[in-house]
């Protein structure tokens, strides 16, 4: 099981951009803000070299393809419970096995409070 069997709307771009990071950044954080049911989140966790952090940032206000994905698709989504629930559902199946920082809230007033911690 891996990134492509959570559902999403990774386009070749961000896996290519994802792949560039995985070679030249050593240390430090990357922040992916909107990662709905984690397809490209899982993808920069299975690149990214292990010492570097990765934080998901999304409001998961609401289970997002209703309109564009397989209606089984979406109907096991829902299954999953609510929107972040699905997202950690599904890193935990499909995810790569590494530590991981989840924040829910609006992008603008997630900041940084420390390199150990984020807060809304
Ligand atoms: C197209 S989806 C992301 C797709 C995902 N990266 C993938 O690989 O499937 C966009 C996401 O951005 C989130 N979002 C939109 N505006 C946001 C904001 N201001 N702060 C945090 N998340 C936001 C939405 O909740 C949604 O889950």
Redesign the pocket.
Known sequence: MTWQD??????KD?LALYSEWANDIDRGTIV????????????LGSVVRRRVDIVA??????H?GGDNLHPSVFERMQSYGS?IESFRTNLELHGPDRHMRIVQ????T?EPTSRRGFRR
């Open positions: 959570i559902p999403g709307w990774t386009c961000t992916e803000v909107g990662c709905a049911y984690g397809r490209s989140f899982a993808f940032v999304d409001l998961w206000s609401e997002m929107p809230g609006e992008s603008s997630s």
